[in-house]
């Protein structure tokens, strides 16, 4: 049997035994061609269960659905016309075909992440995340040997979670398209990390390749290696400064809860390298802290510790958003968790935006909150002249 009829075959059984997870053509044939990959997954529509098939070119999807037999017959054509290879996802396997060459060739290994089906059209709503058979979450400590949740792992879930949808919905919003470049800075132990590029590379099939850096190498190396298990191919850790890191272009920039001015540092990476989406959670606001000269109007209100730290962290982030703004980028502040879950809770994102700013105008906010606070240097605002 030709390699081309074995991986038909393969197919046909998958969808008959119920084990296909997800079908991607592509390498397209003809560089010139628009499109850029097709991607098939099966959905449960009120007239029956169907092949979706979306196709990705390089300004828009377009989504069609088939019964299995025509699902097939419409592989079958887009591998012949259209593009070299093809991967067959299944429960237990990854099977890859390819043309190219003159009989075509097809290699089988073990499944990524072992997963089972499903057929409900909404069930990504349900849970972002998926946390059967996933490998990177009971390596990093949130999933018991079950595959389920640890009690004391609700929250961090939780969290990654909710971090995954915003940046799902800023990805959208952004209009950014694959393949994409994300830096994930004081990335820790990784647990958005693993989460966003395992979203992005399979629930949104958009390629990714991802960079995690990080100042303690004991968790760069154990990172690496759980990346290495989940078969994430384009994920990688690399231990450094946020200063020295080399970023090049990047389309995603994230920093959540590095400390202090690192969250500044990873913001300059970001604007610099003119990253389409920034996202960070500021962590401590030291610096701010230590410049501000309290006016004798303000010292009533803000000799108490406190108040002082949250004034500290209002000004440092709502001058980090507007020099932001005055980088061309649309923000939004906001609790992206709730302050029962943890008391860092504010989140800066920033999506590039085509309007022009008001440079002189937003400069001129910015110098009048800092002469009010008696701020003379904000490490953000000084770093990045
Ligand atoms: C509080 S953890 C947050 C980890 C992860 N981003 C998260 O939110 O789950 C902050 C991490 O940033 C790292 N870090 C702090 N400053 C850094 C810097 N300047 N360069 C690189 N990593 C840094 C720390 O070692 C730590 O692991």
């Known amino acids: 049997m030709k390699s081309i009829e074995r991986f038909f075959s393969e197919l046909e059984t998958s969808l008959n035994n119920s084990t296909f997870r997800k079908l991607v053509v592509s390498n397209k044939k003809n560089k010139d061609q628009d499109i850029i990959k097709v991607s098939i ?51 237990k396997e990854e099977i890859y075909f390819t043309g190219k060459g003159k009989k075509g060739k097809i290699t089988t290994v073990p499944a990524s992440l072992e997963r089972k089906i499903s057929k409900e059209h909404n069930r990504a709503k349900k849970r972002l995340i998926d946390i059967e058979g996933n490998i990177y979450l009971k390596e990093l400590g949130i999933l018991d040997g079950k595959f389920k949740i640890k009690k004391n792992m609700q929250d961090k879930y939780r969290q990654i979670e909710k971090f995954v949808e915003i940046a799902d919905s800023l990805i959208k919003e952004s ?35 991802m960079e995690g850096v990080e100042l303690r190498k004991e968790i760069v190396d154990s990172c690496n290696e759980v990346a290495k298990k989940a078969r994430f191919d384009k994920l990688v850790f690399k231990q450094g400064t946020i200063n020295d890191f080399e970023t090049g272009s990047v389309d995603i920039l994230i920093a959540l809860h590095a400390c202090d001015t690192a969250t500044d540092d990873a913001i300059i990476k970001g604007i610099k390298s003119n990253s389409g989406i920034i996202i960070c959670a500021p962590c401590c606001h030291k610096q701010v802290r230590k410049e501000m000269d309290i006016t004798k109007e303000l010292m009533p209100v803000l000799k108490h510790g406190i108040l002082a730290e949250r004034g500290s962290e209002i000004l440092t982030d709502g001058i980090r958003a507007l020099i932001l703004e005055l980088h061309g980028y649309k923000t939004k502040v906001f609790e992206f968790i709730s302050s029962h879950h943890t008391a860092k809770n504010i989140m800066i994102t920033a999506v590039k935006s085509e309007r022009t700013p008001d440079k002189e105008k937003i400069m001129e906010e910015i110098a009048l909150i800092k002469n009010f606070f008696g701020i003379k240097f904000h490490y953000l605002e000084e770093y990045l002249r």
Request: net charge positive.
């Open 41 to 91: 997954r099966i959905v449960e529509l009120k007239n029956g269960t169907r092949l979706s098939f979306n196709y990705r070119y390089r300004e828009k999807d377009i989504e069609k659905n088939f019964s299995f037999s025509n699902g097939i017959k419409e592989a079958g054509s887009l591998l012949k016309e259209m593009f070299y290879d093809a991967t067959l996802f299944t429960v």
């Open 175 to 209: 209009g950014l398209k694959s393949p994409l470049k994300i830096a994930d800075m004081g990335c820790g132990k990784g647990y958005l990390t693993f989460a966003l590029y395992d979203h992005i590379n399979n629930t949104l099939s958009i390629d990714v390749e």
